[in-house]
């Protein structure tokens, strides 16, 4: 079993910072390298890439994120972050994190469809 857990989100003020943590359980093998992303899924709209990191860390972003948002590597394998800048209250919604551990933990586009294990998400609320 693979299972990402989030934590992290709240409700906030505009304007401030959050960082959302994700850490993957595995029970199955410990040898499984992952990509990991974020995504996020505004009230009434669709699930959106955020960004994804693989396991030699390097970070990819859609060009209509780029600039707030920061993926980076927690200190283990399976931990992953996701900085969230100068929040706006259009950055409400439930986020995601999902992990994928085929192709030795490459990452192949921020696209819900390339990714297995998904998290319970973490909302985040941010008030004017």
């Known amino acids: 079993q693979v299972q990402p857990v989030e934590s992290g989100g709240g409700s906030v003020q505009a304007g401030v910072s959050l960082r959302l943590s994700c850490v993957v359980r595995?029970?199955?093998?410990?040898?499984?390298?992952?990509?990991m992303a974020w995504f996020r899924q505004p009230p009434g709209h669709e699930r959106e890439g955020l960004a994804s990191?693989?396991?030699?860390?390097?970070?990819k972003y859609p060009n209509s994120v780029k600039g707030r948002f920061t993926i980076s590597r927690g200190n283990t394998k399976n931990a992953v972050y996701l900085h969230l800048d100068s929040l706006k209250p259009g950055d409400t919604a439930i986020y995601y994190c999902?992990?994928?551990?085929?192709?030795?933990?490459?990452?192949?586009?921020?696209?819900?469809?390339?990714?297995?294990?998904w998290g319970q998400g973490t909302q985040v609320t941010v008030s004017s």
């Open positions: 990191i693989d396991a030699n860390d390097y970070a």
């Open positions: 595995n029970d199955r093998d410990t040898n499984d390298r992952y990509c």
């Open positions: 999902a992990a994928e551990t085929l192709n030795d933990g490459a990452c192949y586009g921020v696209d819900a469809d390339n990714f297995a294990f």
